[in-house]
């Protein structure tokens, strides 16, 4: 399994962006994909996951009500709507997949099993 996001870029506090992940090699199923961010000098965290169906989503409470998740899997795409973005969101955003499920707790970056590079979005105030 590959996967590569991309989308980041320079945006002013209060805009929108919308980070993709593509993915390739699925064989017999389709995997939960997970977006995560790290900030420089912060340890990596789960920002939101989606499962292989769709029908599971979280979001870490920081994002709730701007973030949006969402799945295309006719093109094996990913997506992350990111609105009314804040400072605060600025890092690196990585998305990983998991062979199993979306957790209810949110994805953690242990039980990823493979990763992008990360794509950075920097948020100006």
């Known amino acids: 399994v590959q996967l590569q996001a991309s989308g980041g870029g320079l945006v002013q506090a209060g805009e929108s962006l919308r980070l993709s992940c593509a993915a390739s090699?699925?064989?017999?199923?389709?995997?939960?994909i997970g977006w995560f961010r790290q900030a420089p000098g912060k340890e990596r965290e789960g920002v939101s996951c989606?499962?292989?169906?769709?029908?599971?989503?979280y979001y870490r409470d920081s994002v709730k009500g701007r973030f949006t998740i969402s799945r295309d899997n006719a093109k094996n795409m990913v997506y992350l709507q990111m609105n009314n973005v804040k400072p605060e969101d600025t890092a690196v955003y990585y998305c990983?997949?998991?062979?199993?499920?979306?957790?209810?707790?949110?994805?953690?970056?242990?039980?990823?099993?493979?990763w992008g590079q990360g794509t950075l979005v920097t948020v100006s105030s």
């Open positions: 090699g699925f064989t017999d199923h389709y995997y939960a």
């Open positions: 990983a997949a998991d062979e199993d499920y979306c957790a209810a707790y949110g994805p953690r970056s242990s039980e990823y099993d493979y």
């Open positions: 989606i499962s292989s169906s769709g029908n599971s989503i």
